[in-house]
Nanobody, 122 residues
Framework: QVQLVESGGGLVQPGGSLRLSCAASGIFFQIYAMAWYRQAPGKRRELVAFIASGGASNYGTTNYADSVKGRFTISRDNAKNTVYLQMNSLQPEDTAVYYC???????????WGQGTQVTVSS
């Protein structure tokens, strides 16, 4: 059974930091590209950050939404089957439910976590 379990969300003041974690089980983690998405109330789910799979020639390559560049950092630990999202200088507009995504190669299915709430408010 595949599971992606996010943790680390919560309430933080503007300018603060949070570190999200997503622990994967039931998949061969290193072949999956991993990503973080977020969805704010009334808005579409959007890609926040992406990191290439462990076996790809572009291993370690990352991409970020323009709105988070320079503030957020995605990383992965293949030994722990975990992907992280370090979020610094958080702003109220970062408030959303954050979802972990495992993006399989080719016809391998994708998987989603249940989401973790991040609220940035004073």
């Amino acid at each position: 059974q595949v599971q992606l379990v996010e943790s680390g969300g919560g309430l933080v003041q503007p300018g603060g930091s949070l570190r999200l974690s997503c622990a994967a089980s039931g998949i061969f983690f290193q072949i999956y590209a991993m990503a973080w998405y977020r969805q704010a109330p009334g808005k579409r789910r959007e890609l926040v950050a992406f990191i290439a799979s462990g076996g790809a020639s572009n291993y370690g390559t990352t991409n970020y939404a323009d709105s988070v560049k320079g503030r957020f950092t995605i990383s992965r630990d293949n030994a722990k089957n975990t992907v992280y999202l370090q979020m610094n200088s958080l702003q109220p507009e970062d408030t959303a439910v954050y979802y972990c995504n495992a993006d399989g190669p080719g016809l391998v299915p994708d998987y989603w976590g249940q989401g973790t709430q991040v609220t940035v408010s004073s």
